[in-house]
């Protein structure tokens, strides 16, 4: 890789808004504000509005919804005879 052309990837912090939850990862992005993780030392945080705990899908609150009966109708029209 050629130096001084990539941006920098170091520890970050992103943080769910919604349900206060936070991990610790890497990442290009970053930010002026601090929070001191559970190792004691302090790194950049990300605020988000959706993490895994907080998406409906890996919570379990998602719903397939149906609309106008396309499954039926795609079966009607290609299923078995």
């Known amino acids: 890789m050629k130096p001084d052309i990539h941006p920098k990837y170091e520890p970050v912090v992103f943080q769910d808004v919604s349900t206060n939850f936070a991990f610790l990862t890497r990442s ?10 559970e190792d004691g030392k302090e790194y950049p945080v990300v ?25 039926d109708k795609f079966r009607r029209r290609y299923g078995s005879k």
Request: charged share 30%; hydrophobic share 25%.
């Open 47 to 71: 605020k988000v509005e959706i993490s895994s705990q907080s998406h409906p899908f890996y919570t379990g609150k998602h719903k397939i919804v149906d609309s106008g009966g396309r499954v």
């Open 28 to 37: 290009t992005m970053t930010s002026k504000e601090k929070i001191r993780w």
